[in-house]
């Protein structure tokens, strides 16, 4: 048996999600024709509340759009130090969207707007940069799949309101923190001019993001995607898979965040992690010497994530069942022991 815990990105497409990625109608994307992408895009931007969708190769190109979209060359884009833009998307804001970072530090993932509006910088005169939009991270990855209080977005959005900035969500996992907090997907939605949505994460579709914003910036949006070489022609296939993980695979989450504490609570006894800090998905491990840990762990069919020399972590998906949760917990109580 094969457990593979090192990412929610591991899952492959369910009998009944690749039927409906074979019975696709599809048509030329780059033209605006393929129905199923277009089924795709309104249905994301329903459920967000907003006008307008656009469907992209990854979750790095629909942040990368949505922040081009909201600050120009020059500006400044506010985020958090340990968030998947800053940290992950290998400088594609600078390189791409010439756009200026500033971070705060992150504490574990969470959200205090206090912090956030002192760090804020207002144009004074010509020679500073002046912050023209935040970005958030819902679920909070590198934090650990942390959910963000909707009480602190609302008022992230009302400081932004006052300070005449906009905002972004990485909302790679959002579907996660919807089901985590009950908070409904259009609540988060309305607070935020942008949101990026990943279906190739828990949803377990095998490619796609799509951003929601209003219908003006979605328009500019083809634009950007052109450029960056994500107009993709017949993609209905691929927004099949990402419509019928919309309409199967969303309220499922609750199991993983079920199997996720519960492989929290048997290890936590070892001192590897701590189980009150699993909101959903992603379970923080540390371990004096984690590779060797997961090299062993693989050695018996279990794959765990390194981050660093004592860190890493463990994710639950789709193709992550109880008994694969009773074989991981085997496997690593066996080794911590
Ligand atoms: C996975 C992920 C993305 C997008 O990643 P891609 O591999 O480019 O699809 C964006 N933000 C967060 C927080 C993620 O975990």
Redesign the pocket.
Known sequence: MLVDLRSD?VTRPTAAMRQAMFDAEVGDDVYGEDPTVNRLQAAAAALLGHEAGLFAP????T?QIGIQLLVAPGEELLLDSE???LA??VGAAAVIGGISTRSWSSGGGRLDVSVVSESVHESLAYHTVATRAIAV?NT??RGGGTVIDIDQLRRLRALADERGLLLHM?G??LWNAHVASGVPLAEYGRLFDTV?L?F??GLGAPVG?VLVADAERIERARSIRKRMGGGMRQAGFLAAAANYALDHHINRLADDHVRARRLAEALEPYGVTTAAGVETNIVLLRHPELGKLSAAAAEQGVLISVLGRDQGRLLTHLDISDDGVDHALTVLTGLLR
């Not at 990854?58 to 190109?61: C, D, I, N």
Request: charged share 25%; net charge negative.
């Open positions: 990105t990854s979750g790095s190109m942040n968030s998947h833009i992950h998307e991270e909070h990855n990485d790679a996992r990026s990943c190739s994460k993001s």
